[in-house]
């Protein structure tokens, strides 16, 4: 059974750093893109960061322009694991953070670039973690 599974959440302080990461099982990992979503109480859903599979474009990156400069994603395909690196936590990055996969694997850099942050595109979603910053 495929299963992606979410850990590292925490609560913590304005401008302090987490580190978030999601494994993955019954999957062949190195095929699929994957994302990291977050949903903060009362909104929908949203894209956080996607990376690609390491053999097309070295596992190009995509960003939110929220996150940009202050998150960074990275694969470690030997342990079937994504990270997500957040730093310059703000209040408003208080959210569940989910990881998923994209359905269409080894996709095109510039198909995952145009789709990435569409959940609908995603399979294996996790159960997600929990981040909360306060001052």
């Known amino acids: 059974q495929s299963q992606f599974v979410e850990t590292g959440g925490d609560s913590v302080q304005l401008g302090e750093s987490l580190r978030l990461s999601c494994a993955a099982s019954g999957v062949t990992f190195a095929n699929y893109a994957v994302a990291w979503f977050r949903q903060a109480p009362g909104k929908e859903r949203e894209g956080v960061s996607s990376i690609n599979v390491v053999s097309i474009g070295n596992g190009n990156t995509n960003y939110a322009d929220s996150v940009k400069g202050r998150f960074a994603i990275s694969r470690d395909d030997a342990t079937n694991t994504v990270f997500l690196e957040m730093h310059s936590l703000k209040a408003e990055d208080t959210a569940i953070y989910y990881c998923?996969?994209?359905?269409?694997?080894?996709?095109?850099?510039?198909?995952?670039?145009?789709?990435?942050?569409?959940?609908?595109?995603?399979?294996?979603w996790g159960q997600g973690t929990q981040v909360t910053v306060s001052s």
């Open positions: 998923a996969a994209f359905r269409r694997r080894r996709p095109p850099p510039e198909l995952l670039a145009r789709l990435w942050a569409r959940e609908e595109e995603y399979l294996f």
